[in-house]
Structure formats: structure tokens, C-alpha cells
């Protein structure tokens, strides 16, 4: 009774953030051209054509690039990968902050230490620098951009549960369930990642903007996804030069457009779902 | 004062440590063994002399003792030899940091400059045009990649207009004036700052609105000041304590985004020496810039701690 | 007899919220005369505080209004028309404010000399060596120990009872014709109550200053007040002399509140509590406020919410005493 009135109230209260619906709109309408555009037009990202550097109409909508793949195809699967690279590097974040915070916070002492200052360690240094110097050495790719920025966002998680495990450890309820003798991982699971719920799942969409943002980023400097596959980052690496800039803004105008409404929608998204999960948060 | 001052150096020199320890271990998981690189090319190697070399470089000691002895170099100021060049990593770096903290500070003081006062101004009239011309800049300010943005200024100041230069700090081929470094300047800052512009601006206005409905401005409003005073000798001080609390926690993210705008502008700092070096795998020279960047961090947090105990009578006694 | 200071009439205020406009104060009726002090007495929530930021305009514009025809006059001038650069004018130097909490209500990144020296060099133009001095003066009036010291301390370095006495310095710097004290003595030790509250006397009786009293603590009022004004949800219930209302309140709030003292000389086991809640400024009842907490009440009470009426020289709102009373608008 309780949760579903509690559920209703989020949505109603997230259906009057305008900006957050249109957010969301522009995202599920995104998904869905990346996922069936594809098959409809028998897009081919990698063949190459016999025109490189053909101008945008006819065969190809958005032209070709200096090697003559299909500009357009290369767009929709770059945001595929975005996608990809997003969802799974948080989702790794996830795996890796999620355990490391509740520990800390639940067994105090030496761990939460060393854990804690770890994370104060990763936070107080650029992570596009410790990006690049692991992709340095375990080699660039879609999958080696995947999880080493997964593996720099855990810090973001660990202090999130850790603040909700010191929060919840000391109420009445856990020092009950512990007189009854629950075990220790049964009450971590029962009573306190139900309660970290809501801020997890802010930290989630806005991890994934951020993440297809140091994706596009490690691209753009050619330390993240490499040609032949295809990534809005590394489509506007290839269109860096002055002379591109300039006489063939289709080659980076679109990408770079793509990028924006992407990351602005979720972080819309995400503001609006911070809004109606918690009225009380702020910022 | 002096014991937080002492708590917040623990701090910092515990963290420069864990970066040291990180980097340390990240790079010895490098493919190749340096003693490989550096005699990459020389024909008719001896086991003998690989074995003397490693010797000589401390490869036959435990990885903990090279870590001990690595550090100890790094503090006395000897970064190593660059695989890539052979020149003293140290002396490369040096030439590195004037442009990069030019840029990043320069980028940083800019963006502070326009979003205080933008942020009072939403604080004061919330929920008016002003206020909502504000709020989309930012969100779409922290949505732009910075190098799109770097583009998008290039094809409109560089290109369309003509009025800015591209790349580099001088003009090549002519003698270097204050003039023209400022000019080089104007859109690698702008770059960079404008992420930062948006994100200060609603950080102060919302600290601004909070402090506003504090007891003490009451107070100061039921002594009979106008609101102008009310506004500036009672609450910019205690709004701009969690914007500073703000500004150390995007330092990082500055330096980082300083690397991507250093790349896109050839900006001859610390960044582009980054990416070059990664390219080549010259591992002295990354490690070097690495544990620089983080002394910079810590420094600038240190500097953002000081900041605040000024700021905040109460700090020191927390 | 003498001229008063301060005069309300009608003093309606209102909050603007999603649902419309909600008044936290109304119809409320006072006359202020020099040197004496008026009780304004009730629970949190009653509109104490809300009649005494109205007085100065100090509710944010944004989200409140005062009625049109409210009226605040002080020495037969109307304040509520006033700019706001007159009311800066009035504020801290006609009529000053004490605040609750201390700790709160002194900027805390501010030593106490820069926030003590700003009602001297605005209202009196005071150059700030001037100013330091006199507030140095101040200081040592309101009883702090080692002025020079404390002056160039912070709020957060100072006891509470010395906050308060820096509060009440400051408030009294200009010497104002009116104090208005919004519950200065709650967030304080017992102890240090009784000394503020002796301080306050002291001042007024030199500074022949007028002070309204917002408190809920009945002892408080029973040191300092001569006239006593029970509020009950944004309405005047009471108003008497402290006397006559100590020894026979007549509103059954009035009641209920005197006997919820706990006294040492009643032998009860269990103290006196008044059942039931505030009714919240959303779902105002049409009749009488209190009437859902009421022992005495009547059907009528339900029907119409009863005026201030006059009886033996005091004012009571309510239909036990007052039944012939005119309807509401008639007066």
C-alpha cells in the first residue's frame, strides 16, 4: 500500500518537471533510432565507399569521411557506443563502489580507512589522467575504455552508500535485526541498500553523462575507441584540423550535436528524478 | 587555526603518497621492461648487458625497493631519462608548467569572476529571466564537451571572423609579446572556463538564496541596513564558503579538462606532453607528469583549505 | 495621560502558497505606551512572531503581503506605507529586534565589533572609531566581562548568555522607543534567563524604552509585563493586565495555559495538558479557533468565530462572556 502510493507520488511528482520529461522523450526517442535505424536503412558504418570525402545528399545523408565510410551510419553507431560505454562503465563503478562503500560503513575501523582514503585518494586526482596512463598500458579500446572508467568512478559510489550505511547503522531496526542474530550480509542487503536506493540511482544516470563524456573525451585524444569502430569522440578526432573545421562542418557538427542533447538529456532526466525521489535534496 | 592547517597537510602528504603508489603500479604493469626500451635499436646485446644495466637501474631488487628508491629520485627531483627524447624527464616537465597553470589558473580566476556576480544577481531576483538564462547556460555549459566547444570557437573567432589565433602560444618566426600571448590565450581559456561559468553561478546563486534566509540576515535587516549592505558585508561572505568548497572539489576535473584543451589548441603544457608521451609509451615522462599534476592538486587543495579557514572563523575549531 | 508609541489596528498578514493566500495573523489590536511592556503570549506557530516582523516589514516580500488596511502607526505615523528606505530608517534605531537563538541570529563570520559598530555608524553616522567606542560603552552596560577582548571575538567564542548580552547591546545602541524581544531567553540555561531578564528591566528602566516580549514562557512574562496578549492561531484570544490575567484568565485557552504550569503548590500528580492541535493555517474552522479544544463550546461556536470583546476594562474573544455581541463586520 505504502510503496505503491510512495511510487505514484514520484512519478506525479516527476511528470510536472518539464524539463525532465522532455529529457526523457528526447532519450527514449534516441534509443529507439539507435536501436532499429540500423536494420531499417541497412546502415554499413564500416565499408568502405569508393568517394572518400563526398559531400553531405544522395547515397550518403551525411557524406563520407577521409577513408569513404557513411558518415550517418558511423553517427548512429557511435551512439551506440556512448551508449554502451556508458551504461556498462557505471555499471562496473557500481559493482566495485557499491561493496567498498557499504564495508567502510558497516565495519568501521581499519577498513573504512583505508577504504575511505582511497577514495579521498581517486577524487583528489584528475581521472582523465589516470585514464590515460591505464589505457596506456592495457591498450586502447571500446572495451579497455569501458572499464577503466568504470573502474575510476567507484569512489562516487563507496562514499554515497558509506553516507547511507552510517546514516541507517545506528537506527533501532538494525540494532534489532543484529540482537536476533542476523547475520551481518543478510542485514546489509535487507534493511540498508534498500535505503540507498534513491541516491544510487541518481548517482547512476548522472554517472552514465558523465561517462559518455570522459568516453568521448579519452576518443577525442585517440586514447579510447579506435577506427575502424565508431564513436562520436573519435569522429570529431578525425575532424580536428583547421582545414575540417572550417570547409566540412557536417564531419563535426552533427557528433558534437549528438554528444550535447545526449549528455543535457540525462542530466535533465537525472535532475528531475533527483526532484521527485527526494524533495529534500539539494544541489 | 594552526592544528587544522597542520591535519590538512597529514592530509594532503598521505594522499600524494596513495597517487605515488598508484602510479607506480599502474606503470610497472606496462608491457616491455624499460631496460628494453632504452636499448631498443642497439644490435648485439649480451645477456651480460642486459643483466648490467638492470643491475645498474635496480631491476634485480624487490618491486618495493625500486618503488623506495623511485620515490626518493622523484623527491630529490630526478624524474628519470624520457625514453623518448633522453633528455632529464624533470627539465622537460619544467618547461611545461609556466603555460599549463597559466591556462588553468587564468581559466579558474575568469570563470569565478563572472559567475560570483551572475550567481548574486539569480540569488536576488530568483525565478526571473535573469535566473532562467542562468540555469540553461549551465546545464548545457556542463553538457558540452569541451573540445566541441573548442570547434564551435575556433569556426566562429578563428575562421568566420578571423580575429584569434588557433594553435600555440606565439605567432611563429617573430619576436613574443605580452600582446600576442594574450591573444593565443583568449580561446583555450575561454574554453576551458566555460564548463566551470555555469556550475559556479548556480553553486552561488543557491548559496546565496540559503544564506539569505539565515537568522543573522535578519538580524543585520532589523538593525536597519539597506540591502545592499545587507547583501555584501553579511552574506557574500558566508555564500562564497561552500563555493569554495566547490571550487577544490572541480580542481581534478580542471586539470583534466586542461589536457583536452592543451590537445585541441597544441597548448605547450603539461597536456599535450601527456598525450605525446602516451603515444610513445615513455613511461618516465608519464609517471613524472602524473606525480606532478597530483603535487599541483594537492597544492591547490592546501590553497583552497587556507582559503576557507580564512573565510570561516569557526573551521579551526572544528 | 501620555501619548502612545506605537499603535496596531487590523493587522492582518497573509503568505502566498500554491493553494492561495493564507493569513498567520489577524485582526490584531495593541497600543504600546512608553516604558511599559506588553506580553504577547502563545504557542509556537500562534503568529507572535509574524505580528512583530510585520510591524517592521521584515517578512519577505516575495511570499507575504500585509493587509491594505492594517495600520501600524508610531507616534501617529503610518508605518506599513512606508519605502523600505524608511522603514531602514526606523528599524534598529526607532524600533529594534532581539532574536531568539543567538548562536543563529549573529553572523558567524563576522567579529562581534564590526557587527556592533553598524547601528551607530548608520543611524548616527558615527565615524568607526566612534562607533567602537561607543560600543565598547554598550558592552560594558549589558555586564560583559573584558569588553576589549570580547570585541574582537566571534560569535562562536562567546557563551550563550554573553551572545545574548552582545544581542541586546547591539539592539539597544541606538536607543530605540521600542524593543521588540522575540523569545530572547529561550535557548538560554535558567540561570542566565533570570540574569537577562533582570538586564532587560535594568535598561528599560534607564533607557525608558517599551518593550513587547514575545515568549511562551509564562514565568518570563509574569516578571516583565504589565499587560499580557494571548494569541491562538493568528487571533487575539486575551488581552488583560498581568495581574488581572494571572488571577482570573478568561478565555478557556487562557485557562488551559495557566493551568498547565506546572506549581509546586497544587498537589497533582498529572500536569494540565490541552487536548488536541493547532488547526493549521490550510483548514482555518469558520466558527471559533479554538472551539474543537474547547470545554466550553457552545453550538455556536462552530457557527461564527466571536469578536474581541470588552469586559471589566479587558478584552476577550469569546461567546461565554460576551453573548450579545455584535456579528463579525459590524464594528
Known amino acids: 500500500m505504502k510503496k505503491s502510493s510512495y511510487l505514484k507520488d514520484v512519478v506525479s511528482r516527476f511528470r510536472t518537471h518539464k524539463l525532465a520529461m522532455i529529457g526523457m522523450w528526447v532519450l527514449i526517442v534516441e534509443l529507439l533510432l539507435l536501436i532499429f535505424l540500423p536494420e531499417i536503412m541497412k546502415l554499413q558504418p564500416y565499408e568502405i565507399y569508393s568517394g572518400f570525402g563526398a559531400v553531405p545528399g544522395g547515397e550518403h545523408i551525411l557524406g563520407t569521411d577521409n577513408t569513404g565510410r557513411d558518415l550517418f551510419a558511423r553517427l548512429i553507431y557511435g551512439g551506440r557506443t556512448s551508449m554502451y560505454v556508458g551504461f556498462f562503465s557505471v555499471l562496473i563503478s557500481f559493482a566495485v563502489g557499491v561493496p567498498l562503500g557499504m564495508l567502510a560503513g558497516y565495519y568501521r575501523g581499519p577498513v573504512e580507512a583505508v577504504i575511505m582514503r582511497a577514495a579521498d585518494v581517486f577524487l583528489s586526482f584528475p581521472s582523465m589522467v589516470f585514464i590515460l596512463v591505464l589505457v596506456s598500458v592495457i591498450g586502447p579500446s571500446i572495451t579497455s575504455a569501458t572499464v577503466v572508467i568504470g573502474i575510476m568512478g567507484w569512489p562516487g559510489f563507496a562514499r554515497q552508500l558509506y553516507g547511507s550505511v552510517l546514516s541507517v547503522r545506528e537506527k533501532d531496526y538494525i540494532e534489532g535485526a543484529r540482537a536476533i542474530g542476523t547475520k551481518n550480509f543478510a542485514i546489509m542487503f535487507r534493511y540498508i541498500l534498500p535505503n540507498a536506493f534513491a541516491p544510487i540511482l ?40 583547421v582545414s575540417i573545421i572550417a570547409t566540412r562542418p557536417w564531419m563535426w557538427v552533427p557528433p558534437g550535436v549528438c554528444l550535447l542533447v545526449t549528455v543535457l538529456s540525462i542530466n535533465l532526466f537525472g535532475d528531475g528524478l533527483r526532484d521527485a525521489l527526494d524533495p529534500k535534496m539539494k544541489i | 587555526m594552526g592544528k587544522y592547517i597542520f591535519k590538512r597537510l597529514l592530509i594532503a602528504v598521505i594522499t600524494f603518497f596513495g597517487i605515488t603508489v598508484l602510479v607506480y603500479v599502474l606503470a610497472s604493469m606496462a608491457p616491455g621492461s624499460p631496460v628494453e626500451m632504452i636499448l631498443a635499436g642497439t644490435n648485439n646485446l649480451t645477456e651480460g648487458d642486459v643483466a648490467r644495466l638492470e643491475a645498474q637501474m635496480g631491476l634485480d631488487k624487490p618491486v618495493y625497493i625500486q618503488y623506495l628508491i623511485w620515490l626518493k629520485n622523484v ?49 536576488h531576483k530568483p525565478y526571473s529571466a535573469w535566473d532562467y538564462a ?78 539569505l534566509g539565515d537568522d543573522y540576515i535578519r538580524t543585520a535587516r532589523a538593525k536597519g541596513l539597506r540591502e545592499k549592505s545587507v547583501v555584501v558585508s553579511h552574506a557574500f561572505r558566508n555564500a562564497l564558503i561552500p563555493l569554495v568548497t566547490q571550487i577544490g572539489l572541480s580542481l581534478p576535473a580542471l586539470i583534466g579538462g586542461a589536457i583536452i584543451t592543451e590537445q585541441v589548441f597544441s597548448w605547450p603544457g603539461m597536456g599535450t606532453l601527456m598525450v605525446q608521451s602516451i603515444n610513445y609509451r615513455d613511461y618516465p615522462t608519464i609517471m613524472g607528469i602524473t606525480v606532478l599534476i597530483a603535487g599541483f592538486v594537492l597544492l591547490g587543495n592546501i590553497a583552497v583549505d587556507l582559503f576557507y579557514g580564512v573565510l570561516d572563523p569557526r573551521v579551526s575549531k572544528r | 495621560m501620555a501619548e502612545p508609541i506605537l499603535e496596531v489596528r487590523n493587522l492582518k498578514t497573509g503568505f502566498y502558497s500554491k493553494k492561495g493566500i493564507f493569513y498567520a495573523v489577524e485582526d490584531v489590536n495593541f497600543t504600546l505606551m512608553p516604558g511599559r511592556t506588553l506580553g504577547i503570549v502563545g504557542e509556537s506557530g500562534c503568529g507572535k512572531s509574524v505580528t512583530c516582523l510585520s510591524m517592521l516589514k521584515l517578512l519577505p516580500e516575495r511570499n507575504s503581503l500585509i493587509e491594505e488596511n492594517s495600520s501600524v502607526r508610531m507616534h501617529g505615523e503610518e508605518l506599513t506605507k512606508k519605502s523600505r528606505r524608511e522603514m531602514c530608517k526606523i528599524r534598529g534605531n526607532e524600533i529594534a529586534m532581539i532574536f531568539q537563538d543567538s548562536m543563529t541570529s549573529l553572523n558567524p563570520v563576522m567579529t562581534i565589533e564590526r557587527q556592533m559598530v553598524e547601528p551607530f555608524m548608520v543611524h548616527q553616522k558615527l565615524s568607526r572609531a566612534e562607533a567602537r567606542r561607543k560600543s565598547l560603552d554598550m558592552l560594558k552596560k549589558v555586564g560583559i566581562p573584558s569588553p576589549e577582548t570580547k570585541i574582537k571575538q566571534f560569535p562562536h567564542q562567546l557563551s550563550g548568555g554573553q551572545r545574548q548580552r552582545v544581542m541586546i547591546a547591539m539592539a539597544l545602541s541606538c536607543n530605540p522607543q ?37 515568549t511562551h514562557d509564562l514565568g518570563v512574562v509574569a516578571e516583565m509585563a504589565d499587560e499580557i496578549m494571548v494569541m491562538y492561531a493568528g487571533n487575539v484570544v486575551e488581552k488583560a493586565g498581568k495581574r488581572e490575567l494571572f488571577e482570573e484568565p478568561l478565555h478557556p485557552y487562557t485557562k488551559g495555559l495557566l493551568a498547565s504550569i506546572p506549581s509546586l503548590a497544587k498537589d497533582t500528580d498529572r500536569l494540565y495538558t490541552i487536548e488536541g492541535v493547532v488547526p493549521s493555517l490550510q483548514d482555518m474552522p469558520r466558527g471559533c479557533r479554538f472551539c474543537d479544544r474547547c470545554e466550553y463550546s457552545m453550538p455556536r461556536c462552530r457557527e461564527e468565530n466571536p469578536a474581541l470583546g470588552r469586559i471589566q476594562g479587558r478584552e476577550v474573544r469569546c461567546f461565554l462572556y460576551n453573548e450579545k455581541q455584535p456579528k463579525e463586520g459590524d464594528i
Open chain 1, 202 to 241: 541518481i548517482a547512476f544516470t548522472f554517472g552514465i553523462a558523465s561517462a559518455i563524456l570522459q568516453e568521448s573525451g579519452l576518443s577525442f585524444l585517440g586514447m579510447g575507441v579506435q577506427v575502424p569502430e565508431a564513436s562520436w569522440g573519435n569522429m570529431l578526432y578525425a575532424a580536428q584540423s
Open chain 3, 178 to 214: 521600542v524593543l521588540i524581544a522575540d523569545e530572547p531567553t529561550t535557548a538560554l540555561d535558567v540561570t542566565i534567563q533570570a540574569q537577562i531578564v533582570r538586564l532587560m528591566k535594568e535598561l528599560q528602566e534607564k533607557l525608558d524604552t517599551a518593550i513587547i516580549l514575545i
Open chain 2, 134 to 211: 542562468s540555469s540553461v547556460f549551465a546545464f548545457i555549459g556542463a553538457a558540452t564537451p569541451n573540445f566541441f566547444a573548442a570547434m564551435i570557437l575556433i569556426f566562429i573567432f578563428s575562421i568566420r571572423l578571423g580575429v584569434l589565433p588557433t594553435s600555440g602560444m606565439y605567432d611563429a618566426g617573430v619576436k613574443t609579446t605580452l600582446p600576442m600571448l594574450l591573444r593565443h590565450m583568449v580561446l583555450p581559456v575561454v574554453t576551458l572556463m566555460l564548463q566551470y561559468v555555469g556550475i559556479y553561478t548556480r553553486h552561488m546563486r543557491s548559496s546565496m538564496m540559503e544564506v
Open chain 2, 75 to 123: 623527491l630529490s627531483g630526478n624524474l628519470g631519462i624520457s625514453y623518448r627524447t633522453m633528455r632529464p624527464v624533470a627539465e622537460m616537465v619544467a618547461e611545461r608548467i609556466g603555460p599549463t597553470l597559466m591556462l588553468t589558473v587564468a581559466a579558474l580566476i575568469l570563470a569565478l569572476c563572472i559567475a560570483v556576480p551572475l550567481g548574486i544577481l539569480s540569488a
